[in-house]
């Protein structure tokens, strides 16, 4: 539990740098990172390196008593690099370059890029490598922000071709059945004649997309296994760290984070929540406090992209500048936010940013401290925090705090699949059809039951979870399906689950695929519906509960009877022993009852549902409570708290004692 801050020596006066660190360890910071966008400050011209600047400034952190992250520059490429390189620019679907200007105009698949980005973190490790006060590094800064995972540039081009070869062994007639090209006579004579799937007439083929799409991702991969790999040479022993975003799953973080130590994500409850499609009464309703199941929804996911080690490399401090609106905080939830980060195991929070910048793109972007150097809301709360967890730590004396990941307990594993996201973005069958936010709807309601939740990939180990939810698995998958053959846990399949298989092909027993070896039943038809449609389906034994579905409907052949049934005869939601398939899709208070009776079924799960916008989360001998509001929430009175009361206004939190 360890307070950081991201920092940007160079955009500041010299005469700054101690007093600013001085600072830092006064308000219980202990991280700093820096230098993640300074490559026109390292090498101001090609081949000349200015590392003065930065060795002082590590000196003066370090000298404080500060750790660094210090961040390889390459998000930002400097303007010589690029004249020099034009090759080396994205391009986006629409055929239109990325232009210099602000960031992220590189293409992964640039080999020059490639080589100058291997030359100047070479340079760097070599120069800071051993330095005492950098204990780790971050490669490149938000791999894909602004939409630069996928380039269709040349040489995306060309190393798709390459790709293409290696995945289909140079059988160029097992690529055109694997992709259906006898359909529109789109079959290929060789790889090179293998285009990029944009600019076509109409539709490209969703198989090929998705195949350029995991290409897309492996790019990533080698990108930074490229800087990993250097900085393992002349920086070792030190921490390997990137920082992920939110709402943001354009490349598989599991593949890249097999080559890291720490996986961290820059979390901005506000901007996304504004960002999102939340309705407006939702926005209006969680405006400054962010959705209750927002954060933790990142917080559980990249716990288990970074196998238990993450961190908040970037929490909002205050308004932001890059959402269409841009509110301010309720008083508190800088500390509240920070709270609910340890809650979910993390390591560090790190703040962005120390002193909010007076100049360029984010100048309307709060920091801990004000442009003129006077004091913000975000640094009195971070002060707060850093106390409570030094008072918290102290009364638990000897013994281990236990909150961490490894204290966290295990209940509710959540699989959550990347390929299996572009695959149903690919071709939603209904533009109302959002994957993420069906998954992070699924998730609400394990919440709202009062469950912890491991998100966890589909190749996942699952033994001792009391119930494994499957929320976005389009994809056949042979790992999963073993797993949940061999589980007694119970098993809530989501629909569309094992749809398609992993060539984008319809199964050839229809969906659900394999899973009909755990299930009795066959999608034979789909419906997608418009928003104003909505159907409400009665409990087949109880006919007073009754549950809203809108969106998607599937229709099954199965000899099981349904629990629900509309007056139209649709049957929906079927179990056969412990596996339940829910076909269809149901607005977020149905779903929160349907997926709590599972959950309650499992005699060995205990089920606290949260009311409101009350969240809580079960850490080694400590429960945590966060009410995002707006009502006032009271917990029970013979509970011990270590921090709070029992009674709960909005953006208010409670730690209590775990009976044992």
Same mark, same amino acid.
């Not at 360890?2 to 160079?10: A, D, H, Q, S």
């Not at 593949?255 to 820059?266: C, E, G, K």
């Not at 149905?590 to 309650?600: D, G, M, R, T």
């Given at each position: 539990?360890?307070?950081?801050?991201?920092? #940007?020596?160079?955009?500041?006066?010299?005469?700054?740098?101690?007093?600013?660190?001085?600072?830092?360890?006064?308000?219980?910071?202990?991280?700093?990172?820096?230098?993640?966008?300074?490559?026109?400050?390292?090498?101001?011209?090609?081949?000349?390196?200015?590392?003065?600047?930065?060795?002082?400034?590590?000196?003066?952190?370090?000298?404080?008593?500060?750790?660094?992250?210090?961040?390889?520059?390459?998000?930002?490429?400097?303007?010589?690099?690029?004249? $020099?390189?034009?090759?080396?620019?994205?391009?986006?679907?629409?055929?239109?370059?990325?232009?210099?200007?602000?960031?992220?105009?590189?293409?992964?698949?640039?080999?020059?890029?490639?080589?100058?980005?291997?030359?100047?973190?070479?340079?760097?490790?070599?120069?800071?490598?051993?330095?005492?006060?950098?204990?780790?590094?971050?490669?490149?800064?938000?791999?894909?922000?602004?939409?630069?995972?996928?380039? #269709?540039?040349?040489?995306?081009?060309?190393?798709?071709?390459?790709?293409?070869?290696?995945?289909?062994?140079?059988?160029?007639?097992?690529?055109?059945?694997?992709?259906?090209?006898?359909?529109?006579?789109?079959? #290929?004579?060789?790889?090179?004649?293998?285009?990029?799937?944009?600019?076509?007439?109409?539709?490209?083929?969703?198989?090929?997309?998705?195949?350029?799409?995991?290409?897309?991702?492996?790019?990533?991969?080698?990108?930074?296994?490229?800087?990993?790999?250097?900085?393992?040479?002349?920086?070792?022993?030190?921490?390997?760290?990137?920082?992920?975003?939110?709402?943001?799953?354009?490349?598989?973080?599991?593949?890249?984070?097999?080559?890291?130590?720490?996986?961290?994500?820059?979390?901005?409850?506000?901007?996304?929540?504004?960002?999102?499609?939340?309705?407006?009464? $939702? !926005?209006?309703?969680?405006?400054?406090?962010?959705?209750?199941?927002?954060?933790?929804?990142?917080?559980?996911?990249?716990?288990?992209?970074?196998?238990?080690?993450?961190?908040?490399?970037?929490?909002?401090?205050?308004?932001?500048?890059? %959402?269409?609106?841009?509110?301010?905080?309720?008083?508190?939830?800088?500390?509240?936010?920070?709270?609910?980060?340890?809650?979910?195991?993390?390591?560090?929070?790190?703040?962005?940013?120390?002193?909010?910048?007076?100049?360029?793109?984010?100048?309307?972007?709060?920091?801990?401290?004000?442009?003129?150097?006077?004091?913000?809301?975000?640094?009195?709360?971070?002060?707060?925090?850093?106390?409570?967890?030094?008072?918290?730590?102290?009364?638990?004396?000897?013994?281990?705090?236990?909150?961490?990941?490894?204290?966290?307990? !295990?209940?509710?594993?959540?699989?959550?699949?990347?390929?299996?996201?572009?695959?149903?973005?690919?071709?939603?069958?209904?533009?109302?059809?959002?994957?993420?936010?069906? %998954?992070?709807?699924?998730?609400?309601?394990?919440?709202?039951?009062?469950?912890?939740?491991?998100?966890?990939?589909?190749?996942?180990?699952?033994?001792?979870?009391?119930?494994?939810?499957?929320?976005?698995?389009?994809?056949?998958?042979?790992?999963?399906?073993?797993?949940?053959?061999?589980?007694?846990? @119970?098993?809530?399949?989501?629909?569309?689950?094992?749809?398609?298989?992993?060539?984008? @092909?319809?199964?050839?027993?229809?969906?659900?695929?394999?899973?009909?070896?755990?299930?009795?039943?066959?999608?034979?038809?789909?419906?997608?519906?418009?928003?104003?449609?909505?159907?409400?389906?009665?409990?087949?034994?109880?006919?007073?509960?009754?549950?809203?579905?809108?969106?998607?409907?599937?229709?099954? $052949?199965?000899?099981?009877?349904?629990?629900? @049934?509309?007056?139209?005869?649709?049957?929906?939601?079927?179990?056969?022993?412990?596996?339940?398939?829910?076909?269809?899709?149901?607005?977020?208070?149905?779903?929160?009852?349907?997926?709590?009776?599972?959950?309650?079924?499992?005699?060995?799960?205990?089920?606290?549902?949260?009311?409101?916008?009350?969240?809580?989360?079960?850490?080694?001998?400590?429960?945590?409570?966060?009410?995002?509001?707006?009502?006032?929430?009271?917990?029970?009175?013979?509970?011990?708290?270590?921090?709070?009361?029992?009674?709960? %206004?909005?953006?208010?939190?409670?730690?209590?004692?775990?009976?044992?």
């Amino acid at each position: 539990m360890k307070l950081g801050v991201c920092y #940007y020596p160079e955009q500041w006066p010299e005469s700054l740098w101690e007093q600013d660190a001085a600072e830092m360890v006064a308000a219980g910071i202990e991280w700093v990172r820096i230098g993640e966008f300074a490559w026109s400050r390292y090498e101001p011209e090609a081949g000349e390196y200015d590392w003065d600047w930065l060795k002082r400034s590590l000196d003066i952190l370090g000298n404080a008593g500060l750790k660094v992250v210090l961040g390889t520059p390459t998000a930002t490429p400097p303007k010589w690099l690029v004249d $020099e390189n034009p090759d080396m620019i994205a391009v986006d679907e629409d055929g239109k370059p990325r232009s210099f200007g602000s960031r992220r105009h590189y293409c992964f698949s640039s080999a020059a890029y490639l080589v100058e980005c291997a030359r100047i973190v070479t340079e760097m490790a070599k120069e800071f490598g051993d330095h005492p006060a950098v204990a780790g590094w971050q490669t490149d800064n938000e791999y894909g922000c602004h939409d630069t995972i996928i380039s #269709y540039s040349e040489a995306a081009r060309d190393a798709f071709r390459i790709w293409c070869h290696q995945q289909y062994n140079g059988d160029i007639q097992a690529l055109n059945e694997a992709w259906g090209n006898v359909f529109w006579s789109m079959e #290929y004579r060789d790889f090179n004649e293998i285009e990029r799937p944009n600019l076509t007439v109409t539709e490209s083929n969703p198989a090929h997309k998705l195949d350029f799409w995991r290409f897309s991702s492996d790019q990533v991969v080698v990108y930074n296994k490229l800087q990993v790999d250097i900085l393992r040479k002349y920086a070792p022993g030190r921490d390997l760290i990137h920082n992920y975003m939110g709402n943001f799953t354009d490349f598989n973080h599991h593949d890249v984070a097999a080559d890291l130590d720490i996986a961290s994500w820059d979390s901005y409850p506000l901007g996304f929540l504004d960002q999102s499609r939340a309705s407006d009464a $939702e !926005k209006q309703q969680w405006m400054r406090t962010g959705h209750p199941d927002f954060a933790a929804f990142h917080h559980d996911l990249y716990r288990g992209v970074g196998k238990g080690r993450w961190w908040v490399m970037e929490q909002q401090p205050g308004p932001v500048n890059w %959402a269409p609106h841009n509110p301010a905080p309720l008083d508190g939830m800088v500390r509240f936010w920070t709270w609910e980060a340890f809650a979910h195991g993390a390591e560090v929070v790190s703040y962005f940013r120390w002193r909010q910048a007076p100049f360029a793109q984010e100048q309307m972007h709060s920091g801990l401290k004000r442009p003129d150097n006077s004091v913000d809301i975000g640094l009195l709360e971070a002060t707060q925090t850093a106390g409570e967890v030094q008072s918290l730590t102290a009364q638990a004396g000897s013994e281990n705090t236990g909150i961490d990941a490894s204290h966290i307990l !295990k209940e509710v594993a959540f699989i959550f699949d990347y390929e299996s996201d572009w695959s149903l973005r690919v071709q939603p069958q209904g533009n109302n059809y959002h994957p993420l936010d069906w %998954a992070m709807s699924m998730y609400t309601a394990c919440r709202q039951a009062g469950v912890n939740v491991d998100i966890l990939p589909p190749n996942a180990n699952l033994d001792g979870y009391a119930a494994i939810v499957v929320a976005n698995q389009q994809l056949e998958h042979a790992e999963l399906l073993a797993s949940l053959k061999n589980t007694s846990a @119970q098993v809530i399949l989501g629909p569309r689950t094992f749809s398609k298989t992993q060539q984008y @092909q319809i199964p050839a027993n229809l969906a659900p695929g394999s899973l009909q070896q755990l299930i009795l039943l066959r999608v034979v038809r789909v419906e997608s519906l418009a928003d104003f449609w909505s159907d409400t389906v009665r409990h087949s034994v109880s006919k007073e509960q009754s549950l809203t579905v809108s969106k998607w409907r599937e229709f099954v $052949e199965t000899d099981l009877s349904p629990s629900y @049934q509309s007056a139209d005869g649709w049957g929906f939601a079927y179990q056969h022993n412990n596996i339940h398939y829910i076909n269809g899709c149901a607005d977020q208070h149905s779903l929160n009852e349907l997926i709590q009776q599972v959950l309650e079924s499992n005699e060995h799960l205990k089920i606290n549902p949260c009311a409101g916008g009350l969240r809580q989360q079960k850490v080694g001998k400590w429960q945590f409570f966060f009410n995002y509001g707006p009502e006032d929430q009271s917990l029970p009175n013979q509970r011990q708290t270590v921090l709070g009361g029992h009674h709960l %206004a909005q953006g208010q939190l409670a730690i209590v004692q775990i009976d044992t």
